[in-house]
């Protein structure tokens, strides 16, 4: 599979919406539980400072996609935020990797300063473990922070990246 990371184009709002529901109708990565409908998926998407998609160029489909946006205001406003969506189908063919590594470039081509996750869930170890390996620093964890989808409360694990010098956090001296 071939896959390349674009801006995503209005022709792309099915198959992104579709995916962006499957994940939060799986409940264990995103905080969102409404699902998305075609008219609130295209006002929701062209609201953030960047969408992308992940497209499979060799069958012409979308399989993966993530939002960028401001975390915060102010003089937090150069602080940013993104979440980021794979098929069921096409997990464990590291578009995730691609997915995060076209958003560092976007953020900092944004003008943001700071990447940061506020609620990456424990148990989502494919993520946490791609974040930690391109140089993520987690802060620490906030116990109960995630309901799940079958009720039960799991720790959350916020994370950061520098993007003022590319080479995250954690081996930044104090």
Same mark, same amino acid.
């Given at each position: 599979m071939t896959v390349t990371v674009r801006t995503y184009e209005e022709k792309d709002l099915t198959e992104m919406?579709?995916?962006?529901?499957?994940?939060?109708?799986e409940g264990t990565a995103f905080p969102q539980e409404e699902?998305?409908?075609?008219?609130?998926?295209?006002?929701?998407?062209a609201s953030q400072t960047y969408s992308a998609v992940a497209e499979d160029?060799?069958? !012409? *489909?979308?399989?993966?996609?993530?939002? /960028?946006?401001? #975390?915060?205001i102010g003089r937090c406003g150069h602080i940013c935020n993104a979440s980021y969506a794979v098929s069921s189908a096409a997990r464990g063919m590291r578009i995730g990797e691609?997915?995060?590594?076209?958003?560092?470039?976007? !953020? *900092?081509?944004f003008g943001f300063?700071? /990447?940061?996750? #506020?609620?990456?869930?424990?148990s989502n170890l494919r993520a946490?473990?791609?974040?930690?390996?391109?140089?993520?620093?987690?802060?620490?964890?906030?116990?109960?922070?995630?309901?799940?989808?079958?009720?039960?409360?799991?720790?959350?694990?916020?994370?950061?990246?520098?993007?003022?010098?590319?080479?995250g956090g954690a081996d930044k001296e104090k």
């Open positions: 919406v579709a995916i962006w529901n499957e994940v939060v109708e699902f998305l409908t075609i008219p609130a998926g295209a006002e929701f998407f160029t060799d069958h !012409g *489909r979308v399989v993966g996609l993530y939002i /960028l946006h401001p #975390n915060n691609k997915l995060v590594m076209d958003c560092l470039e976007q !953020g *900092r081509r300063g700071v /990447l940061q996750f #506020n609620a990456v869930v424990a946490r473990r791609l974040y930690e390996k391109l140089g993520f620093c987690r802060l620490g964890t906030i116990p109960g922070g995630f309901r799940m989808n079958d009720g039960r409360y799991e720790d959350i694990c916020p994370y950061y990246y520098d993007l003022r010098d590319g080479f």
